[in-house]
């Protein structure tokens, strides 16, 4: 395999073409593949050229890592920028990724994501979007952004509103979707499959197995011959139960129906990812969703929140963030949706 990263950086994205296959590893595993700014611009060229090489057939990405296939965006490095008042290189890092989200759901051939262990948030960006998505029975998928002050992103404005029931395949399910985005409720394999996040559930000791047959037998024969019966969801069997929580008009009604579910969370940003779920149900394409979000990126970076946010989560640890707003009704949501009727493009 060869690094694809600048002359001088580690090699944390490796890739080769074998027998019609451009293969892809995530290779940073002692931080469970948090995807760096630089990741995001090799993966992005990697597609990029590949988009169009008679060569490749089809993409393959998977993890060095046994624990995670990508636990999200590298969000330290983006605080730090913020810190040093460098917003607009820091806005630029959304740019880069959500490009990268748009480019695998638009791309034009099969895209197979070998989503073992976690897969958190911007790691979802990176394989939700793809053709060919597989989970195993150990797989972790969260998006836990309102946490640390920021929002639900990577697209997830096009994908959890659109989430559905295996027996109502087609009605979305946006209350679930809030469910997911608001709280960061973790998900299963199984979960993944039923909900329409993943298409194909393998047993973990067979991931590497079926990287290996996706190589050398192509991905539609692979994956029928490794895929196995999920077992039963267990949001599927809650489903009417949180859609009883999560399905109000409004967002404090929702907050006093699951006060256990969103304590904690930055009321900023349980404004922010209700109203962008709502933008995003009722928008036609995964670009236009992603154009809302950097838009909303680049104003919530520069909020308070955030800063204190990954703070308190994942610098000082000490989860005790001090919220600018008490409450979710002393946000402004007017400026907020006023954000929101905005759009920034993303780079091509």
């Given at each position: ?6 002359t ?5 994205v ?9 293969h892809?590893?995530?290779?940073r ?11 995001y ?52 890092v959304f ?12 791309y ?9 262990g ?5 790691g979802?960006?990176i ?14 998928m ?13 697209g ?14 087609g009605?979305?399910?946006?209350a679930?979707g ?30 590497e ?22 077992e039963?969801?267990?949001v599927v ?7 009883e ?7 404090e ?41 950097l ?15 990954v ?23 007017a ?7 905005e ?6």
């Amino acid at each position: 395999m060869t690094d694809t990263a600048t002359t001088g950086t580690a090699q944390h994205v490796l890739t080769e073409v074998r027998n019609g296959t451009g293969h892809i590893v995530l290779n940073r595993p002692r931080q469970l593949n948090a995807l760096t700014a630089q990741m995001y611009r090799d993966l992005k060229a990697a597609l990029d050229a590949w988009r169009d090489d008679d060569a490749v057939r089809h993409v393959l990405v998977t993890s060095a890592s046994p624990r995670a296939w990508c636990a999200g965006g590298d969000i330290r490095e983006v605080r730090d920028a913020v810190l040093a008042g460098r917003t607009e290189e820091a806005t630029g890092v959304f740019a880069v990724e959500y490009a990268l989200d748009c480019l695998i759901a638009d791309y034009p051939k099969p895209y197979v994501a070998l989503m073992n262990g976690i897969c958190m948030g911007g790691g979802m960006g990176i394989s939700v979007h793809g053709s060919h998505r597989v989970v195993g029975p150990s797989t972790v998928m969260a998006m836990p952004e309102t946490k640390i002050g920021f929002f639900t992103d990577i697209g997830a404005s096009w994908f959890l509103p659109r989430v559905s029931r295996p027996d109502h395949r087609g009605e979305p399910g946006l209350a679930v979707g809030r469910w997911l985005a608001l709280g960061g409720q973790r998900l299963g394999g199984a979960d993944a499959v039923a909900l329409g996040l993943a298409d194909v559930l393998v047993a973990d000791e067979d991931f590497e197995a079926l990287a290996g047959a996706v190589v050398e037998e192509g991905p539609e024969d692979a994956l029928s011959r490794f895929a196995r019966e999920p077992e039963p969801s267990s949001v599927v069997a809650r489903w009417e139960e949180i859609e009883e929580r999560y399905g109000a008009p409004t967002l404090e009604q929702i907050v006093a129906a699951a006060p256990e579910d969103l304590a904690g969370m930055s009321p900023s940003s349980l404004v922010r990812t209700f109203e962008l779920l709502e933008r995003g149900a009722a928008d036609d394409s995964v670009r236009s969703c992603l154009e809302r979000e950097l838009r909303l990126a680049a104003d919530t970076i520069a909020r308070p929140d955030f800063a204190e946010g990954v703070r308190a989560v994942l610098v000082d640890k000490d989860n005790r963030p001090a919220w600018e707003h008490a409450s979710v009704t002393d946000v402004d949501v007017a400026a907020v949706r006023a954000v929101l009727d905005e759009k920034l493009p993303l780079p091509r």
